[in-house]
């Protein structure tokens, strides 16, 4: 009886509390370089990936083939001299992902690049719907389509749950949950 008292009594929006753990398995960004990358352009990369990658699960190292080969290196399709080149590597090193200096010229092109290595359609979907909403759940389907389908009606339940206590929470919630769905396949 009391712990559902007390449980009752800290009501409490999303807004106020927050926390991601990201775990202890880390990515690592492999950034190919040779000597004919400007030395400015090198450190705008160091400058971007510490802001880009210091909340991310994402360790960004630096490589300069100009001082040797580079065992990751063999894994990226072709390399244009004096073009930074990424390869992302998976935390167990099975997987990995050549990403591309952008051809065209943003604004500022090493922010793009490794910006790329952090962002997603998900991503950008979640936090365009964090503020206004109460809780916004990532689904990330899985390969079994009937143990996917049992999962979303659970969130789509929960969900249902909760919007009718909305008008009850202390601070004003502008939307119920919302949910983001990464599938399977991607």
């Given at each position: 009886?009391?712990?559902?008292a007390?449980?009752h009594?800290?009501?409490y929006t999303?807004?106020?509390?927050?926390?991601?753990d990201?775990?202890?398995?880390?990515?690592?960004?492999?950034?190919?370089?040779?000597?004919?990358?400007?030395?400015?352009?090198?450190?705008?990369?160091?400058?971007?990936?510490?802001?880009?990658?210091?909340?991310a699960?994402?360790?960004?190292?630096?490589?300069?083939?100009?001082?040797?080969?580079?065992?990751?290196a063999?894994?990226l399709?072709?390399?244009?001299?004096?073009?930074p080149?990424?390869?992302?590597?998976?935390?167990?090193?099975?997987?990995?992902w050549?990403?591309?200096?952008?051809?065209?010229?943003?604004?500022?092109?090493e922010w793009?690049?490794?910006s790329?290595v952090?962002?997603?359609p998900?991503?950008?979907?979640?936090?365009?719907?964090?503020i206004?909403a109460?809780?916004v759940?990532?689904?990330?389907?899985?390969?079994?389509?009937?143990q996917?389908?049992?999962?979303?009606?659970?969130?789509?339940?929960a969900i249902?749950?909760?919007?009718?206590?909305?008008?009850?929470?202390?601070?004003?919630?502008?939307?119920?949950?919302?949910?983001?769905?990464?599938?399977?396949n991607?």
């Amino acid at each position: 009886m009391t712990a559902a008292a007390a449980a009752h009594a800290c009501r409490y929006t999303v807004r106020d509390v927050g926390f991601a753990d990201l775990g202890n398995e880390r990515y690592t960004f492999f950034c190919f370089i040779d000597d004919q990358v400007p030395g400015g352009q090198v450190d705008q990369l160091g400058q971007a990936a510490s802001v880009l990658f210091g909340d991310a699960n994402v360790r960004f190292q630096l490589v300069d083939l100009a001082k040797g080969e580079h065992p990751q290196a063999k894994r990226l399709a072709k390399r244009k001299p004096g073009v930074p080149a990424g390869l992302l590597l998976s935390p167990e090193g099975e997987l990995a992902w050549p990403v591309d200096f952008p051809a065209a010229a943003p604004d500022n092109p090493e922010w793009a690049f490794l910006s790329s290595v952090v962002s997603s359609p998900a991503r950008d979907e979640l936090i365009k719907k964090l503020i206004p909403a109460y809780a916004v759940i990532l689904f990330v389907e899985g390969t079994d389509t009937a143990q996917t389908r049992r999962a979303r009606i659970a969130v789509d339940d929960a969900i249902k749950a909760i919007t009718p206590l909305l008008p009850q929470m202390p601070k004003p919630v502008d939307h119920p949950p919302e949910v983001v769905v990464v599938p399977a396949n991607r």
